[in-house]
């Protein structure tokens, strides 16, 4: 008698991540074997490795080597970060500036570290609400300060290219910690010296 093989079920494990993307193209009507896009998986590979690289970054180790013992407690603030991050709801990107600022309590960040931080939030998928509060969180664990504000400005494909198609909206959000919120002068004082540099927040 005849025996049946047992055929085990295909999953994506059994394919490379470049023969996913070559299947994508497939399935929306393409052709992945014509010349412009024999290389297109192993940029998309490459690609959206480079666009998604926060979620193997540690925020420790961004920060190591850069948190000083000062004695200062004026706010500290910079401004206009650009970013880029990937709509967690349509994989469409997301972009604009970042503005943050904080109160210290006996410790600084290197200026070159915030928008490292920035970035490693930013490139994962994300909703803005989320990153922004991840922004500020990270500061906060990371020198405990006085209070954190940070604000994002940013505009979204998947409302400029789909849905609705408004082309000129702006989403800003905002995360407001510590003497940001509950020091009306302080929040103040923050938010005039982001618009002097001709924010439309």
Same mark, same amino acid.
């Given at each position: 008698m005849? #025996?049946? *093989?047992?055929?085990?079920?295909?999953?994506?494990?059994? @394919?490379?991540?470049?023969?996913?993307?070559? &299947?994508l193209l497939t399935r929306i009507g393409e052709d992945p074997t014509r010349d412009g896009l024999l290389r297109t998986p192993e940029r998309m590979e490459k690609s959206m490795a480079f666009l998604t690289k926060g979620y193997t970054q540690d925020v420790t180790e961004v920060l190591h080597g850069a948190l000083f013992d000062?004695?200062? =407690? &004026?706010? /500290? #603030?910079?401004?206009?970060? &650009? %970013? $880029? +991050?990937?709509? &967690?709801?349509?994989?469409?990107? @997301? %972009?604009?500036?970042?503005? /943050?600022? $904080? /109160? *210290?309590?006996?410790?600084? #960040?290197?200026? +070159?570290?915030?928008?490292?931080?920035? =970035?490693? @939030?930013?490139?994962?998928l994300q909703v803005q609400e989320r990153l922004t509060r991840q922004i500020g969180d990270a500061i906060t664990e990371a020198i405990q300060p006085q209070g954190v504000a940070v604000i994002l400005e940013a505009s979204h494909l998947c409302m400029m290219m789909r849905g609705v198609e408004k082309q000129?909206?702006?989403? /800003?959000?905002?995360a407001m910690l510590g003497v940001f919120k509950t020091q009306l002068q302080t929040r103040n004082e923050f938010l005039a010296l982001v618009r002097r540099g001709g924010s439309s927040i």
């Open positions: 005849a #025996i049946t *093989p047992t055929l085990e079920p295909v999953t994506a494990a059994d @394919f490379s991540t470049q023969d996913l993307y070559r &299947e000062v004695d200062y =407690d &004026e706010m /500290v #603030i910079v401004k206009d970060v &650009e %970013f $880029y +991050s990937m709509c &967690e709801h349509h994989l469409l990107p @997301f %972009f604009g500036k970042a503005h /943050v600022a $904080y /109160v *210290p309590n006996g410790k600084v #960040i290197g200026l +070159s570290k915030i928008p490292r931080l920035v =970035d490693v @939030f930013a490139r994962r000129q909206s702006t989403t /800003v959000t905002s």
